[in-house]
């Protein structure tokens, strides 16, 4: 039985571009909804979350006319020069950033609230600059925060399936990932191929939760006073 690589790397590379671009991207959300005392607050923190409640065709079905060439962001996209992004590797990333944002946004919020004021009051004290205060203090005490939200968001990407399809279709090497693979071999009667992509991702999803709660553990038994 011959093994197609390509949607386990394609997967892999999208898992890993939408964790890095979400955690640059949700951090300072995460940091403004958990300092902020402003009266819309909770409505922002709802948008954040719809993705949790949305079924994945839903998100897909209005990505996909958002990024279609004659809607508002397919618009600006011809504009800038980059063409239409649905049916590209580019088109899934856009996808899967909106798709598991509160992955990321929410862990962070948490670990941020669970900070509180006074670390930061004592930094300042030693004059600390506010970005100083961040990367400094900030971070270090949020390690827990930042991990589980790198590790959920990149299961989460790794097991996507209806918003991916929707945007990406099913193309060989460029938008076909795992979750696609697996319903197309499904479909094609291959039981054998979609058994062993099916059992990868099932050991592969037990390994990183099990990962993340055995190192989440450690850490709050060893900065237990």
């Keep these: 039985m011959d093994f197609d690589w390509q949607p386990v790397w394609l997967t892999l590379k999208l898992a890993g571009t939408t ?22 607050k909770q409505a922002l923190a709802a948008v954040v979350a719809l993705p949790l409640v949305l079924p994945p065709t839903v998100l897909g079905f209005y990505l996909l ?11 600006l996209t011809q504009a800038m020069g980059i ?24 862990p962070l919020q948490n670990a941020f609230e ?7 009051e004592v930094a300042s004290t030693l004059r600390a600059s506010p970005w100083d205060r961040f990367l400094t ?13 790198a590790v959920l968001c990149f299961a989460h990407t790794i097991g996507e ?11 060989p090497g460029e938008t076909k990932v795992l979750s696609v693979a697996i319903y197309d071999h499904v479909e094609s009667l291959e039981y054998d191929q979609a058994h062993l992509l099916a059992a990868g991702m099932l050991a592969f999803s037990f390994l990183v939760l099990m990962t993340l709660y055995l190192v989440n ?9």
């Design 161 to 171: 399936f209806g918003v991916v399809l929707m945007i990406g279709g099913n193309i």
């Design 137 to 149: 203090v900030v971070i270090p005490l949020a390690r827990p925060g930042f991990l589980t939200a």
């Design 83 to 106: 063409g239409t992004l649905p049916f590209t590797f580019e088109g899934l990333v856009f996808a899967s950033v909106l798709y598991s944002l509160p992955f990321v946004v929410q």
């Design 19 to 40: 964790t890095v671009l979400l955690l640059i991207i949700g951090t300072p959300i995460a940091w403004w909804l958990a300092r902020t005392q402003a009266w819309y």
């Design 114 to 120: 669970a900070l509180g004021p006074r670390p930061m």
């Design 65 to 75: 006319i958002m990024l279609a060439p004659d809607g508002p962001v397919g618009q």
């Design 217 to 225: 553990g450690r850490y709050t038994r060893s900065h237990r006073p």
